[in-house]
């Protein structure tokens, strides 16, 4: 029996609509299934049916996190034009697909509005070193800004962040100069503290230096005091008065010196006298000193030769 080709056809276009009612959901995503134009459900990921003509996907929503990066110029408090990109992290909640599709046109345009409003209310109220010190601030503000403006069309805001702050390149340059100048001063100054420190160390062993050097001069003319002492009271022992005594010891200290200063072949000595009387005087007195040396040289050796015991 012959197959009418009128329930070919017809068979055909039932099969062509079955599967064009079929659809499918990737991860992650929803669609919007719309019956007569009416909202009917939300398809989440996985195969689905609609009845063809009858329903259709109004459109399909992203359910992962999504970015938005805003660039603001505005003005600070100091009258600096600074420029900020501010990114912001939403996504659309599971349980309100519904608000985030249909109330919201465009919801990245919603979005920047706020941003803008936010960051041009907050960095006008600081100068420009607060911006950079205070940029927790105002991303904190911004999130709470859109979270609270945002959660009812269904959208959640992850994290907002003000990822550059950049002014205008002759400020930048002037705050390099400024930032230059202090750690030059700064540098000056530490120089000045080690120099200073090396001046009075310095000073202390300059001045140490000196004490011991004075202590030793000290030391020196004690010590020649002394033996001066000691020399006049062995001399007045063996009868010579203090004033031949010291007669005595100015000469040998006198030949000592030029003996001293005869040793060294290139040294010339010149002794020119005062005076013809105070010359003749000065050469009677060492002569005088010289004789006094010598009687005392007899008698010392006089004195041991009577102490020298007979038979030896």
Do not use: C, W
Request: no cysteine; charged share 25%; glycine share 6%.
């Amino acid at each position: 029996m012959p197959v009418n080709p009128v329930f070919i056809v017809f068979g055909f276009i039932i099969v062509v609509l079955l599967l064009n009612g079929l659809f499918t959901v990737r991860q992650t995503t929803a669609a919007i299934v719309q019956r007569l134009g009416k909202f009917h459900n939300v398809a989440q990921s996985g195969l689905h049916f609609k009845i063809p003509v009858i329903d259709q996907i109004a459109g399909k929503i992203s359910l992962k996190i999504q970015q938005l990066d805003v660039p603001v110029e505005t003005k600070t408090k100091d009258d600096v034009f600074v420029r900020l990109k501010v990114s912001v992290q939403f996504r659309v909640l599971p349980d309100n697909i519904y608000d985030a599709f249909y109330k919201l046109e465009n919801p990245t345009e919603q979005i920047t509005a706020y941003i803008f409003d936010v960051v041009r209310a907050e960095v006008p109220k600081m100068k420009l070193d607060d911006v950079f010190i205070r940029k927790d601030d105002i991303a904190s503000a911004i999130s709470n800004e859109l979270q609270e403006a945002m959660n009812d069309y269904g959208y959640k805001i992850v994290r907002a962040l003000v990822t550059d702050i950049d002014p205008d390149q002759a400020v930048k340059n002037a705050m390099n100069r400024i930032n230059a100048s202090e750690r030059e001063k700064m540098a000056a100054e530490f120089e000045g503290e080690a120099e200073k420190i090396r001046i009075v160390a310095k000073a202390k062993a300059e001045a140490e230096s000196k004490r011991l050097q004075g202590q030793g001069i000290a030391d020196q003319r004690r010590e020649i005091a002394k033996g001066l002492e000691d020399s006049v009271e062995a001399l007045n022992k063996v009868g010579i008065n203090s004033q031949e005594a010291s007669a005595l010891i100015v000469v040998t200290q006198h030949y000592d010196t030029m003996q001293s200063m005869g040793e060294n072949a290139n040294s010339n000595l010149i002794m020119l006298p005062n005076s013809p009387t105070a010359g003749s005087e000065m050469l009677s007195n060492m002569v005088a000193s010289f004789a006094a040396s010598s009687k005392l040289g007899e008698q010392m050796k006089n004195g041991k030769e009577k102490n020298v015991p007979h038979g030896k």
